[in-house]
């Protein structure tokens, strides 16, 4: 293989072409994220979320070293079914390229790849972030410095909870990456609707973050990421009594079992779902549900924007 280029799928590409909202889609959540059979439905269930708000799904992802923006049913199915998919964050896109490998896209592999593609909105669960103890271990998210220098709005139900929240969010004001709260000041816990930490700003309907998305470009001085940090409702959470106890369990584990690195999360997310009974994988997926909608209800109001209607 000679042709590295990323390649579109047909709807993907007439939408591009034509003008029409598109959403990037990650597929580590298909891959890694969700265990299966039920990582195959709800990777559907995500793009028809997408559909069903009036955009076009453009889920991303390697398929024998072609890199991919917008997947059809077939390679969705390869991805999440097939062993030994890799998960590539954004330096190992070329590797995996050149050595024809499958591989599913992190949240910062997502978010370059469709800035790359001309795709501006993107939806995902819970963003990487700095991890707890990272002042021995500097174990630190790629997802936040991509999005220092990527032009992607991410529409996303805070950073997961089993990290260091405060630490997140100081590395994002320090690298640059706007925050904002849809409907609310306070940034949620993906898990639980309020992960403790007021922001700055927030917004109130699609339309106002295609404004923001806008003033951006139309200022031509900051090119980095924009977060719409979009909670889940109180009545839709995890326990939060619950989610602390099992938290706890968890990191209480971590430290016995000298699990480290990039063992960690999934290690945690694993953890949550034998804890709960299963509860913490209902909120992960309602969480993605939800942020697939809204990513798509402003990827509509961004390009009506470009496009106003004649009167």
């Given at each position: 293989m000679t042709d590295f280029h990323i390649r579109f799928g047909a709807e993907v590409a007439?939408?591009?072409?034509?003008?029409?909202p598109v959403v990037a889609l990650e597929s580590t959540i298909v891959s890694h994220g969700l265990p299966r059979p039920q990582n195959l439905?709800?990777?559907r269930q995500i793009e028809q979320a997408v559909r069903k708000a009036g955009a076009v799904p453009a889920t991303i992802g390697l398929i024998g070293g072609e890199l991919v923006a917008g997947l059809d049913d077939d390679q969705l199915t390869?991805?999440?079914t097939a062993d030994g998919v890799a998960k590539l964050s954004v330096r190992d896109l070329a590797v995996a390229a050149a050595t024809g490998a499958d591989g599913a896209?992190?949240?910062?592999?997502?978010?370059?790849?469709a800035a790359a593609a001309g795709i501006g909105v993107f939806a995902t669960g819970g963003l990487g972030g700095v991890h707890r103890e990272a002042a021995q271990t500097f174990d630190e998210s790629a997802d936040l410095i991509t999005l220092a220098r990527t032009p992607?709005?991410?529409?996303?139900?805070?950073?997961?909870?089993?990290?260091?929240?405060g630490a997140t969010l100081e590395r994002l004001e320090t690298l640059g990456v706007g925050?904002?709260?849809?409907?609310?000041?306070?940034?949620?816990?993906?898990?639980?609707?309020?992960?403790?930490?007021?922001?700055?700003?927030?917004?109130?309907?699609?339309?106002?973050?295609?404004?923001?998305?806008a003033a951006r470009d139309g200022q031509n001085v900051h090119h980095g990421g924009l977060?719409?940090?979009?909670?889940?409702?109180?009545?839709?959470?995890?326990?939060?009594?619950?989610?602390?106890?099992?938290?706890?369990?968890?990191?209480?584990?971590?430290?016995?079992?000298?699990?480290?690195?990039?063992?960690?999360?999934?290690?945690?997310?694993?953890?949550?779902?034998?804890?709960?009974?299963?509860?913490?994988?209902?909120?992960?997926?309602?969480?993605?549900?939800?942020?697939?909608?809204?990513?798509?209800?402003?990827?509509?109001?961004?390009?009506?924007?470009?496009?106003?209607?004649?009167?």
């Open positions: 007439e939408a591009l072409r034509t003008g029409r439905t709800v990777a390869r991805l999440a896209t992190t949240v910062a592999a997502t978010s370059a790849v992607i709005t991410v529409v996303c139900a805070g950073v997961k909870s089993i990290l260091d929240v925050v904002v709260g849809y409907r609310t000041r306070r940034f949620p816990g993906f898990f639980v609707t309020d992960g403790g930490f007021d922001l700055d700003w927030s917004v109130e309907s699609p339309t106002q973050v295609a404004d923001v998305i977060l719409v940090a979009n909670p889940l409702p109180t009545d839709e959470q995890l326990d939060p009594d619950l989610h602390d106890r099992t938290l706890a369990d968890g990191l209480a584990m971590l430290a016995r079992d000298g699990i480290t690195g990039k063992a960690v999360t999934p290690f945690l997310l694993s953890h949550f779902h034998s804890a709960t009974e299963g509860a913490s994988l209902a909120v992960n997926i309602r969480i993605i549900l939800r942020n697939a909608d809204l990513a798509a209800r402003i990827a509509v109001a961004a390009a009506e924007r470009r496009t106003p209607s004649a009167t």
